[in-house]
């Protein structure tokens, strides 16, 4: 049975989450929402706070190179501003990662790019 978009997505980042805490990230938060914003994975990694995007893609998507596109950066930019400032307080080294999952034939495949874009405003 195919799955669908969603369920799809919900399994990647259960994945995608499986995957950070076994290399030693805390998940602190899933799917927060700041307004129209959201962030997949919060998480501290080594004293720095991660802004993680999950980014799933099924067994026909072809293309590799998914990438975070302008707009959505710019909102998680913001979310992530919005999180520091109502979560933690002092100064604390973050960053903005990407997590690519795909499902293919032999099962899920993951590439987690750290440091994915800079977030100027914070």
Do not use: P
Request: aromatic share 8%.
């Amino acid at each position: 049975m195919k799955m669908t978009s969603a369920e799809t997505g919900r399994r990647g980042e259960l994945f995608a989450e499986k995957y950070l805490q076994s290399i030693g990230f805390k998940i602190i938060e899933k799917n927060w929402r700041w307004r129209k914003c959201e962030i997949d994975i919060i998480a501290i990694h080594n004293g720095t706070v991660v802004f993680l995007e999950v980014k799933t893609r099924g067994s026909r998507a072809l293309d590799e190179g998914v990438v975070i596109k302008q707009g959505q950066r710019q909102r998680i930019v913001v979310a992530a501003s919005a999180y520091l400032a109502m979560k933690v307080t002092g100064n604390i080294e973050c960053r903005f990662d990407l997590v690519r999952v795909r499902l293919s034939k032999g099962g899920w495949r993951l590439d987690h790019i750290q440091g994915a874009f800079e977030g100027a405003s914070i």
